[in-house]
């Protein structure tokens, strides 16, 4: 069972669209969740990350976790053009070796 | 702030032959990270160094791969010999410290084995 299970997509959306992003994760002990934008051509830049349960919110952007079903979420308000690339979810762990581990990444399109 | 720098960021070589990337993390960044990225799937970490020591290098294909930090600062990601299913793209990260969240990616270096 891998480590973070993220659905590819790819998502297109109109711009203005209320979009969803969902993970789903293994392994609950002293985690952090984290969302990373990565554009085409790219090195990943990092969004928001979060250590409990509940939402974290910044501009446009949601992070939801809920551990008790190991499920991670990324909503993106007022989408627009700029937002489109490849959203990746990750998992890291609060002890030892800081090592993430990625979700596949969802590839998202915002039309105008 | 000078963000991750990683050179080349294209490379094509044909099948047995070696290859080297390099990356220059953040000043003062003591972490240092190498993942492999192939096309449709998200980063898998290959080797992370604190200053000049390996922290983790569980997934770093040995027989092939290595890598080095030599003086705690920049790093050099070797293989030899590459094989086909080495293409993917070679990106970099640094962090303030092992443990610290947040780790800023450099471009990365997209590697093509013929």
């Known amino acids: 069972q891998k480590e973070v299970e993220q659905d590819p997509g790819p998502l297109s959306v109109p711009e203005g669209a209320i979009v969803s992003l969902n993970c789903t994760y293994s392994n609950s002990a002293f985690q952090y969740f984290m969302w990373y934008r990565q554009y085409s051509r790219k090195g990943p830049e990092l969004l928001m990350y979060?250590?409990?349960?509940g939402n974290k919110e910044d501009g446009r952007f949601t992070a939801q976790v809920d551990k008790s079903s190991k499920y991670i979420s990324l909503f993106i308000r007022d989408s627009q053009p700029s937002d489109s690339a490849t959203y990746l979810c990750a998992k890291g762990t609060l002890l030892g070796a800081n090592n993430l581990f990625f979700g596949t990444g969802t590839r998202l399109t915002v039309i105008p | 702030e000078a963000g991750v720098a990683q050179s080349p960021r294209y490379k094509i070589i044909e099948k047995r032959q070696s290859v080297a990337f390099w990356c220059n993390p953040i000043?003062?960044?003591?972490?240092l990270y190498w993942y492999q990225q192939i096309l449709g799937q998200g980063p898998k970490l290959l080797i992370q160094?604190?200053?000049?020591?390996?922290?983790?290098d569980s997934q770093l294909p040995k027989d092939r791969f290595s890598a080095e930090r030599l003086k705690g600062v920049d790093s050099t990601l070797k293989i030899q010999p590459a094989k086909l299913e080495d293409s993917a793209v070679y990106l970099c990260a640094s962090s303030l410290r092992t443990g610290e969240e947040t780790q800023y990616f450099g471009p990365g270096t997209r590697l093509l084995v013929l």
């Open positions: 000043s003062g960044h003591a972490t």
């Open positions: 160094f604190q200053n000049n020591g390996v922290v983790d």
């Open positions: 979060t250590y409990s349960s």
